[in-house]
Antibody
Framework: QVQLMESGGGVVQPGGSLRLSCAAS????????IHWVRQAPGKGPEWVAV????????YYSDSVKGRFTISRDNSKNTLYLQMNSLRAEDTAVYYC????????????WGQGTLVTVSS | QSALTQPRSVSGSPGQSVTISCTGT?????????VSWYQQHPGKAPKLMIY???KWPSGVPDRFSGSKSGKTASLTISGLQAEDEADYYC??????????FGGGTKLTVL
């Protein structure tokens, strides 16, 4: 079955950096676009970024553009999110989510990793 | 683009039906038939319940149904069960590789 497992979250000071990982299994990772979606405490989800299957096409939300970088290693079935210049408003649970082919949506989500930006 | 608008809470008794609305704009919900709905229990990851406005992923009971009229999409849950109590979020493709989510609706089964 599809499994996505995020890691790398933690507490970081404003202005700091963090790198999240998402290990995928149960499907052919290299065939699918993968998204990062975050959810601040008590709030609805917010789409962050998407990377296409070949790793060359990437899109970002305006709120993270220029600060976050999405990447993937298809040989390791792993997705990454490099987060720089972190702000308090980046505090959230970060999920990776698999794209549903043929539709503009995501179907499977990981369990998430918590990122807290605080001094 | 702004987040989609959902009621903060809805409630219903077991066996009844409830409907959750999701209002967007003519650039997202009103333009694309790419509205999806997610169920989220506390501390858990969201689960896809409806996609492309009214399609069911494998394993989702047909008690859950979706529809859309203009800029408003709706999720209807019929034959309410205790395990349906959760938060529900809508999501719409907004064009230009942007996805928008609603703020969430808490469903209480009385």
């Amino acid at each position: 079955q599809v499994q996505l497992m995020e890691s790398g979250g933690g507490v970081v000071q404003p202005g700091g950096s963090l790198r999240l990982s998402c290990a995928a299994s149960g499907f052919t990772f290299s065939d699918y676009a993968i998204h990062w979606v975050r959810q601040a405490p008590g709030k609805g989800p917010e789409w962050v970024a998407v990377i296409h299957s070949d790793g060359n096409t990437k899109y970002y939300s305006d709120s993270v553009k220029g600060r976050f970088t999405i990447s993937r290693d298809n040989s390791k079935n792993t997705l990454y999110l490099q987060m720089n210049s972190l702000r308090a408003e980046d505090t959230a649970v970060y999920y990776c989510a698999k794209d549903l082919t043929g539709s503009y949506t995501v179907d499977y989500w990981g369990q998430g990793t918590l990122v807290t930006v605080s001094s | 683009q702004s987040a989609l608008t959902q009621p903060r809470s809805v409630s219903g008794s077991p066996g009844q039906s409830v409907t959750i609305s999701c209002t967007g704009t003519s650039s997202d919900v009103g333009y694309y038939n790419y509205v999806s709905w997610y169920q989220q229990h506390p501390g858990k990851a969201p689960k896809l319940m409806i996609y492309d406005v009214s399609k069911w992923p494998s394993g989702v009971p047909d008690r859950f149904s979706g529809s859309k009229s203009g800029k408003t999409a709706s999720l209807t849950i019929s034959g309410l069960q205790a395990e349906d109590e959760a938060d529900y979020y809508c999501c719409s493709y907004g064009g230009s590789h942007i996805w928008l989510f609603g703020g969430g609706t808490k469903l209480t089964v009385l």
